[in-house]
């Protein structure tokens, strides 16, 4: 039996929630952008990612997380290309491989100037097989 993977992404800007959707999110999001993403393996939630512009709290800014939420044998990674300009190169990774769910990984983070456009994707990753969101565009 196949087993399939969505995924999903949505962005809280400024305070305003916008509504997720299914795979194919692009495009620009105004500043100090906070994403949250979501990768369901199998019909069901496998695990989330998120990115942070700014610093809140405990939460460092311009930083990624991956959340493995389910014991299905699939790990979760959140991919960073920084200032992105054609081929995908991945500068950050948040990873949750090697780790029995539930588990987040630490915050990936480093200053990026502000107004940068970062591109985001989640994977479901196990071994060399990987399933990954198209491409998600947000400011640092």
């Not at 969505?6 to 999001?29: D, H, I, N, P, R």
């Not at 979501?38 to 998120?50: E, I, M, Q, T, W």
């Not at 990624?64 to 960073?80: K, P």
């Not at 107004?115 to 097989?129: D, P, Q, S, Y």
Request: charged letters at 20%; glycine letters at 12%; a positive charge.
């Amino acid at each position: 039996m196949k087993r399939t993977m969505k995924l999903t992404a949505k962005a809280v800007t400024a305070g305003a929630a916008a509504v997720g959707m299914m795979v194919g999110f692009s495009g620009q999001a105004a500043a100090s952008t906070s994403v949250e993403m979501s990768a369901y393996y199998g019909g069901k939630l496998a695990g989330s990612g998120y990115f942070n512009a700014d610093p809140s709290g405990s939460v460092p800014g311009d930083a990624i997380r991956a959340c493995d939420l389910s014991a299905d044998g699939v790990g979760i990674e959140v991919r960073m290309d920084i200032n992105p300009s054609g081929a995908w190169r991945t500068d950050r990774v948040a990873s949750t491989r090697g780790h029995n769910s539930p588990y987040c990984s630490p915050w990936k983070s480093g200053n990026i100037a502000e107004e940068t456009t970062v591109a985001l994707k989640i994977c479901a990753v196990k071994g060399t097989w990987e399933d990954c969101s198209p491409v998600r565009y947000t400011k640092a």
